[in-house]
Every structure is written in C-alpha cells, then in structure tokens.
C-alpha cells in the first residue's frame, strides 16, 4: 500500500520559516515527480511546487518563487518543501504529491496518482 506521510507543520510567525517533509512508502519513487500542493480555507486546492525525478529540475508557483525551494533525497524515498519568508497568506494544508507516470515536473493536480494527508502551516501577523 502507497503512503505519503508529510512533517514538519506548525505555527510560525510571518517572516520565519518552515521545512516540510514527505516521506514515501509502500513505492519507491525514484523515478518519478514529486509535487507540493496547498489548500487554505474556503479556496481551491492550488500548485506550490514541483520536482523531477533526479531533482534537475523544478518548477514553482510565482507567489512562492524565491522563498520555497523543494528537494528530494530518493535514496530516502523523501521529498522535502524549505517555507522561508513565510506571509499569513501562506497559511494552508499543505499536500504531497506523486506523478507514478510523470518523471519531469508535473504542475496539474490531475497528472498525480498519490496524495498524502496534508500538514497544517499556520502563519500568524
């Protein structure tokens, strides 16, 4: 059985920073994107960033670009979401991702085939 576990939530005041953890099981994933979703109260669930299957490349919503930065250790099955400069607007679930028949980045939610549970990232003004 496919299990996506995401770590590393909490509460944070705006300007400080998070790293979220999403470790695969049941899969392994090495050769296949990873991506990070998020879904804030009363809005739609949206892109926050992708990764390839070698970590070559990536791919990043523009309201998160230059303050997120999304790796992957496949030799952990793990891929991993760094939240610096973090705003109230950045408050959401956040959502890991698999693309078992992608290996490049893959930005539509509908192109993944695995989803975790979500951790909650609450940032406080």
């Known amino acids: 059985q496919v299990q996506l576990v995401e770590s590393g939530g909490g509460l944070v005041q705006a300007g400080g920073s998070l790293r979220l953890s999403c470790a695969a099981s049941?899969?392994?994933?090495?050769?296949?994107?990873m991506g990070w979703f998020r879904q804030a109260p009363g809005k739609e669930r949206e892109f926050v960033a992708a990764i390839n299957w070698n970590g070559g490349g990536t791919a990043y919503a523009d309201s998160v670009k230059g303050r997120f930065t999304i790796s992957r250790d496949n030799a952990k099955n793990t891929v991993y979401l760094e939240l610096n400069s973090l705003k109230p607007e950045d408050t959401a679930v956040y959502y890991c991702?698999?693309?078992?028949?992608?290996?490049?980045?893959?930005?539509?939610?509908?192109?993944?085939?695995?989803w975790g549970q979500g951790t909650q990232v609450t940032v406080s003004s």
């Open positions: 991702a698999a693309a078992w028949r992608f290996s490049n980045t893959v930005v539509s939610a509908s192109m993944y085939d695995y």
């Open positions: 049941g899969r392994t994933f090495s050769s296949n994107a």
